[in-house]
């Protein structure tokens, strides 16, 4: 069992950045590959970013590559992503997400566990 806090949403102006940050509880964390998801009002929720046990796989959404960036500390049990150049087109609620197994992956079906999410507003 994996629980997942996410923490460091807020309002940001466009062109800002900022830091999302995901604890895991559970000596298990870098057992799991993590991922990054976000849903927009009226949207579907689409993984934005995903990164394998090692830290040494990724995977970036078209719409966030350059700009995002995930990465994992297993030792504070904690994943991040930084959110550079940010626009109102990335305003949504963010959810970090747990799956067992070695790849990345963009499919949400895939992952087992899911934080309550955290909302980011891009103002223009």
């Known amino acids: 069992q994996v629980q997942l806090v996410e923490s460091g949403g807020g309002l940001v102006q466009a062109g800002g950045s900022l830091r999302l940050s995901c604890a895991a509880s559970?000596?298990?964390?870098?057992?799991?590959?993590m991922g990054w998801f976000r849903q927009a009002p009226g949207k579907e929720r689409e993984c934005v970013a995903s990164i394998n046990k090692s830290s040494r796989s990724t995977f970036y959404a078209d719409s966030v590559k350059d700009r995002f960036t995930i990465s994992r500390d297993n030792a504070k049990n904690t994943v991040y992503l930084q959110r550079d150049s940010l626009k109102p087109e990335d305003t949504a609620v963010y959810y970090c997400?747990?799956?067992?197994?070695?790849?990345?992956?963009?499919?949400?079906?895939?992952?087992?566990?899911w934080g309550q999410g955290t909302q980011v507003t891009v103002s223009s």
């Open positions: 997400a747990a799956r067992p197994g070695e790849r990345v992956s963009a499919q949400s079906s895939e992952y087992t566990y």
């Open positions: 559970g000596r298990t964390f870098s057992s799991y590959v």
